[in-house]
């Protein structure tokens, strides 16, 4: 028996799902950032991040570690393209996806994500320096898929890539970040939202913003947010660092428990 500790709101845990619904593996899910299941997400992984796969004993944590896992324990269809050059560019877009990407529209959707209770203007320099960084992966994205004539990033079939991409490029559009200069992404986008796998994750996440926020009080932690390494290096790098300071002085940052 597979359980996920899950949130129907983390890129990463979107993209786990996303592999599990791909090679059609049942699981139970757990909402594990509710505040009333974090001992649970705690004991199986001390920093208390989703996704954490729990197979009948064997844990694996983080999404990169949970894709190759599944792609040992379920090899059809595999979620690594068949040559070497293109399983470099899988895991090159997967990183890429799961560092910069996610660092870029996390920072600066604390201010209109439900998750998070803020009531503060965002900097508007830092809106401005995500939306241009986004532009740019958004460009080497395009330019990767006209390379290629297959529907996904690595070809005909979806990997890893698409998997890690696709729940932050669902984000973008709240986020001011128009897919219209684009005509290959969107092209890629369209292909991605035939995949029964994807129609699910985005009814999802549709029918969980309902049932988690329009119904009584959020079950989850909105006052302070969980920092961690490429999300702090992507605000120090823009020049954000005093920001952050302000907020630590706040209180308004927590930290993952190392280890
Ligand atoms: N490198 C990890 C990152 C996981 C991660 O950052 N998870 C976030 C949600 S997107 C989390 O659980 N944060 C703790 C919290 O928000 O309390 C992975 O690939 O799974």
Redesign the pocket.
């Known amino acids: 028996m597979i359980t996920l500790y899950d ?1 129907p709101f ?4 979107r993209k786990v799902r996303l592999g599990l619904r791909v090679k059609d593996v049942p699981f139970a899910s757990v909402d594990a ?1 509710a505040l009333d299941e974090l001992a649970r997400l705690r004991a199986v992984s001390p920093r ?4 954490v796969l729990d197979d009948d004993g064997v844990v694996v944590v ?3 570690d949970i894709l190759a896992y599944l792609d040992d324990r379920f090899p059809t269809p595999p979620l690594l393209p068949a040559t070497p050059a293109l399983r470099a560019r899988a895991r090159a877009w997967q990183r890429l996806a ?1 560092t910069l990407l996610d660092a870029i529209l996390h920072d600066m959707s604390l201010w209109f994500w439900p998750t998070h209770h803020r009531d503060d203007a965002p900097p508007t320099a830092l809106i401005e320096a995500a939306q241009h960084d986004l532009q740019a992966l958004l460009r080497q994205l395009d330019a990767t898929l006209a390379r290629d004539a297959g529907a996904f990033v690595c070809g005909a079939e979806v990997s890893i890539a698409d998997l890690a991409l696709f729940p932050h490029v669902s984000s973008l559009k709240p986020a001011g970040v128009s897919l219209d200069p684009y005509p290959t992404v969107q092209r890629w986008d369209r292909a991605m939202r035939a995949l029964p796998a994807v129609r699910e994750d985005l009814s999802h996440v549709k029918r969980s913003l309902v049932e988690k926020f329009r119904q009584g009080p959020s079950p989850y ?1 909105g006052e302070k947010v ?1 920092w ?1 390494g490429d999300r702090i290096e992507w605000l120090l790098a823009r020049g954000f660092a005093g920001w952050f300071w302000e907020e630590i002085a706040a209180g308004r940052a927590a930290f ?1 428990e190392p280890g």
Not at 10 to 13: E, G, K, L, V, Y
Not at 48 to 51: F, K, L, S
């Open positions: 949130n983390s890129p990463f845990a950032l208390a991040e989703v996704p983080g999404s990169a799961d932690e969980v961690r993952p």
